[in-house]
């Protein structure tokens, strides 16, 4: 999700899916099961190839996101990566949930060090922290932040999940980074 403007007055600019690996390759996508569950070895040049593969479509990815931008007479100023959890992986006993949480701080330092590559400031939002209180994140009142939200997912369309307000409020939070 991409918005414009100040955070006082945000402005839906663009929404986009944007893959890091390919989602048909299984092993690519839970690089850690195949660590856990088939071949370690294997699964950490997996791990590797993956972290790098994902760095580069990131890399990619927010220099085309900072090109539209400044074709739109707007600048990128910083990323806000939602995230599921900020659970350490090493502290979760279970090898299963434990593979998931890896996969995911695997995911979230390609996208981190891609925002970073391409000089970006950033920010970490828990998702299920952040909509629970989108007005103290975003210092606004709450009917103020449902207000945009509406307004966002009519400019966006459809689907307006969780995912996209998710998006939506680390793209209004973003534009608080200087």
């Known amino acids: 999700m991409m918005l414009g403007g100040s955070p ?18 299984n092993d690519a996508r839970q690089p850690y099961h195949v660590v856990a569950e088939q071949d370690e070895e294997r699964g950490m040049r997996l791990v590797r190839q993956t972290l790098k593969t994902a760095t580069a479509n990131a890399v990619r990815a927010t220099r085309g ?3 539209q931008a400044r074709n739109s007479d707007s600048e990128v100023r910083g990323a806000v990566l ?12 279970q090898p299963h949930v434990r593979a998931h949480a890896l ?11 891609a925002v ?8 970490i939002l828990v998702e299920r922290d952040a909509l ?7 210092g606004r009142p709450r ?12 400019e966006a369309g459809r689907p307006w999940r969780s995912q996209e307000k998710s998006a939506a409020l680390a793209a209004w939070v973003a534009l608080k980074l200087r």
């Open 82 to 93: 939602v995230v599921g959890s900020d659970t350490d992986p090493a502290s979760i006993r």
């Open 65 to 67: 996101l900072m090109d």
């Open 116 to 123: 970073s590559q391409c000089g970006l400031a950033s920010r």
């Open 8 to 25: 006082e007055s945000p402005r839906f600019l663009a929404r986009m899916y944007i893959p890091l690996i390919d989602m048909n390759d």
């Open 143 to 154: 009917a103020e932040v449902k207000a945009a939200f509406t307004t966002f997912a009519k």
């Open 103 to 113: 996969e995911g701080r695997l995911y979230r330092e390609a996208v981190e060090g």
């Open 132 to 138: 629970r209180a989108p007005e103290e994140a975003l």
